[in-house]
């Protein structure tokens, strides 16, 4: 399995990067370490998480997940020198006003038991902080050897160029990466103008909600299984349109290869242009070997032409 370098970044990882917003919510911390040893032993090294997860849980006040992957560092120090922790801030009080960086961070720090975020992201694009504040914050945190990394999520393409240009204007640390929603019933969230943008200036794209909530796992062919879990009913929009030609596409492939579909769909986004790395998460280690599965799979330049064919039409005009 061949690393890949996130845009013109010091980090190399390998392609799967592991979600960590069920850590602490529906993975409880025992599960959680017997997913992140897995992970690790499969050849994984970027741990993704951020500080609000998981906040929409009652009783649960943010943190949780950055705390699990801290007490699991701590379990075993020389994991540290093998993964890429990447975190988040932005979407708790204060927003990315520069106060509210700079402590998040040093409360992110203290919860993951760690001297350095290897990534530290602005969750989400803030329209009412200037972008020279937010991203003269996050230069700050970079020159006080806090945040190795910077990365931008859920910008539009306007944003995001213009984010850049004001990073360039005023000599800040350079953002690598742009973490966005992307997968292969949602292609039109990525491919167009929001690719072009990132590739323009040469970040590396990490995708997130690669497996549109389970749809692409083939654990929902039509309405009678939607009822199968509490997210269930969110994949109702996917059964119309072209979602069930890609699931033919998918099974087509998962014959020829063994694969599960899940391995199926990440390999396809993994083989996209400007993907550094795609983001899942796992609740058990049957899930996770499913994932890992996907950094050894390379699909044939056919079964690829196939998948794309198959999806192609679900990209909004």
């Not at 694009?125 to 945190?141: K, M, Y």
């Not at 019933?185 to 040469?202: F, I, N, Q, W, Y």
Request: proline share 4%; net charge negative; aromatic share 6%.
């Amino acid at each position: 399995m061949n690393k890949r370098r996130i845009g013109d970044s010091s980090l190399e990882v390998a392609p799967l990067a592991l979600g960590g917003n069920v850590f602490g919510w529906t993975a409880d911390e025992a599960t959680s370490f017997a997913i992140l040893d897995a992970f690790v032993d499969a050849g994984g090294v970027m741990i993704d998480t951020a500080d609000i997860y998981s906040a929409w849980v009652p009783g649960n006040r943010g943190g949780e997940s950055e705390t699990v992957i801290g007490r699991w560092l701590k379990r075993d120090p020389a994991k540290r020198d093998k993964v890429a922790i990447a975190t988040k801030v932005g979407l708790m009080d204060g927003g990315l006003a520069p106060p509210a960086i700079a402590a998040a961070c040093d409360e992110s720090l203290q919860r993951l038991g760690i001297d350095t975020i290897d990534l530290y992201y602005q969750h989400k694009d803030d329209e009412s902080v200037p972008l020279a504040d937010s991203l003269g914050a996050f230069d700050a945190l970079a020159k006080a050897g806090k945040v190795r990394e910077i990365g931008l999520s859920q910008f539009t393409a306007p944003r995001l160029a213009e984010a850049m240009d004001t990073t360039a204007a005023n000599g800040f640390r350079k953002p690598c990466c742009l973490q966005t929603w992307y997968n292969m019933v949602e292609r039109g969230k990525l491919e167009g103008e929001l690719r072009d943008t990132a590739l323009e200036h040469g970040l590396g794209i990490l995708s997130f909600f690669s497996l549109a909530n389970g749809f692409l796992t083939g654990k929902y062919r039509d309405s009678s299984d939607l009822d199968k879990s509490p997210r269930g009913q969110r994949n109702a929009d996917y059964l119309e349109g072209r979602g069930r030609t890609v699931l033919e596409a998918l099974d087509s492939v998962s014959a020829e290869t063994g694969a599960a579909l899940a391995t199926i769909a990440l390999a396809w986004t993994m083989a996209q242009p400007g993907i550094a790395a795609t983001l899942a998460s796992a609740t058990s280690l049957d899930q996770l070997s499913e994932l890992t599965a996907a950094m050894e799979l390379a699909l044939t330049p056919d079964q690829l032409a196939r998948l794309d064919a198959a999806s192609a039409e679900a990209v909004p005009a």
